[in-house]
């Protein structure tokens, strides 16, 4: 059975094919961590970890790779703002990102590159990009040459607009006033300048064209072809990088080495809050943190994302994610009862399988478990292997669950110590008591003890810190 890909290049479907048979080498856009990620965020990376679980579950080998964006614009100024170092402030909120991908059950991809460990990666593509005449010094950095790009803008179809609205794409290229021969050319590299002061000093590397730090667009090229070869299967992102920035990351690898960039692009959808677009301004910037703080829990989040397709664009509520949440504790309940001791259904895993090979189409993925579920002539032990091979995919965690109980809702992993379940139980309690007091010196002895209790209106989850 084939794997179709929705290839953004194309604008159409196609047979994936590898470039080696059986593997699959794979780059994803990561964050950009000047502060906490954000749920739209996740959402693209909810997506490449779909992605890479679909190859896995066909029996591919992936290679998986992200990148940290630690020096640009963004972490400068921020970094500038709290009066910290660059490298103080990437660190902090890179820790915060891996928590919330651990919280989201996002695999690890297999590297995991920051910019600045890769500078000089980038000076050499600079160069070569110099020596080719692809890019130009100014006076103020080093620019790629669009002109020289025959190709350039084929990913955003930049020929297929109006005039209009290719100028304003093309625009959205230059953020800032800098010395170059076509404003629509993008930056390389940055010469050293005062306003790249962080907290202690000025961010800067020394390079033979000229001391300074990378642009932006420069980072993923470089890391992606050092890590996985000048032409790569799959890269992934948001529809918003699809310009400029994976625009920009296929002329300038491209013009470096003479060979195809990607294979095949894939891009999520946008996720609106509240019917608007997500935006610090309007107060609807939501984290993994905040939605705890409304008792969602990330794994309802993720099962929530799965019952739409990521090309479709979703609109998030509470009240939308909180549905979902009662459907995937009820899933919990129905695991939890069925006994072990199964196999999986081949009838339901060819058809599983057949709808994660049609482009990663999770919402029918999502439609078959409630089908197995509710199956009469399917065991209960066949179903329970078979929502566990399934799981494999989905990545929502059912080989930790213990029970879930059916009063309280406790969706408990299998490690845990019985005597934290027990306080978790006794502090619900407590809860519906009102007495709140209790509740959170329980809370207290939980979180002493290496767990931690997250609650819903359905229950609660606990989880090991």
């Not at 964050?31 to 490449?48: A, E």
């Not at 890391?223 to 996985?228: E, S």
Request: hydrophobic share 40%; proline share 3%.
């Amino acid at each position: 059975m084939d794997i179709l890909i929705h290839n953004t290049l194309s604008g159409k479907k196609e047979v994936f094919k590898p470039l080696v048979k059986g593997r699959v080498s794979m780059y994803q856009c990561g964050l950009t961590v000047y502060d906490t990620g954000h749920i739209g965020n996740f959402r693209t990376f909810i997506m490449g970890d779909i992605i890479r679980r679909t190859f896995e579950y066909r029996g591919y080998f992936v290679t998986q790779v992200t990148n940290i964006t630690d020096v640009d614009d963004k972490t400068i100024r921020r970094s500038r703002e709290e009066k910290t170092s660059l490298l103080e402030l990437t660190r902090r909120y890179e820790a915060l990102y891996f928590e919330d991908m651990e919280s989201l059950n996002i695999l690890m991809p297999h590297r995991v590159l920051r910019a600045t460990d890769h500078v000089k990666d980038m000076i050499e593509m600079i160069s070569t990009l110099l020596e080719k005449g692809f890019a130009y010094p100014s006076k103020d950095g080093i620019y790629f040459s669009i002109g020289k790009s025959a190709e350039y803008g084929a990913l955003a179809r930049l020929d297929k607009i109006s005039a209009t609205a290719n100028d304003m794409l093309r625009e959205r290229i230059s953020n800032d006033e800098y010395e170059k021969e076509n404003p629509r050319d993008f930056a390389l590299w940055k010469f050293e300048s005062d306003a790249d002061r962080d907290g202690e000093k000025i961010v800067s590397w020394d390079a033979p064209f000229g001391k300074g730090r990378p642009g932006w667009h420069i980072e993923c090229s470089a890391m992606a072809t050092r890590a996985l070869g000048d032409t790569i299967d799959i890269h992934t992102g948001a529809t918003d990088l699809i310009f400029p920035h994976h625009t920009n990351e296929i002329a300038q690898s491209e013009a470096a080495t003479g060979k195809r960039f990607v294979n095949y692009w894939i891009h999520g959808a946008f996720m609106n809050v509240n019917d608007a677009k997500m935006s610090k301004s309007k107060g609807n910037f939501i984290k993994i943190a905040d939605l705890e703080a409304e008792t969602i829990s990330p794994l309802s989040f993720r099962y929530w994302l799965l019952t739409s397709h990521y090309h479709t664009q979703v609109n998030f509520t509470a009240d939308a994610v909180k549905a979902a949440q009662h459907a995937f504790i009820r899933l919990a309940e129905a695991y939890v009862s069925w006994p072990e001791g199964g196999a999986a259904d081949a009838t339901y895993a060819d058809k599983f399988s057949a709808f994660i090979s049609d482009d990663f189409d999770m919402p029918k993925a999502i439609a078959l478990v409630w089908e197995l579920a509710k199956d009469k002539k399917v065991s209960d032990a066949d179903k329970r292997a078979t929502l566990l091979d399934f799981d494999r995919v989905f990545g929502l965690g059912f080989d930790a669950l213990l029970h879930v109980d059916q009063d309280s809702g406790i969706l408990a992993p299998a490690d845990v110590p019985i005597e934290i379940q027990v306080l978790a139980e006794a502090r619900d309690e407590a809860r519906k008591a009102k007495d709140w007091a209790k509740a959170d010196a329980l809370r207290a002895e939980i979180e002493e003890r290496g767990y931690s209790v997250q609650d819903s209106d359905a229950g609660f989850v606990i989880r090991e810190l």
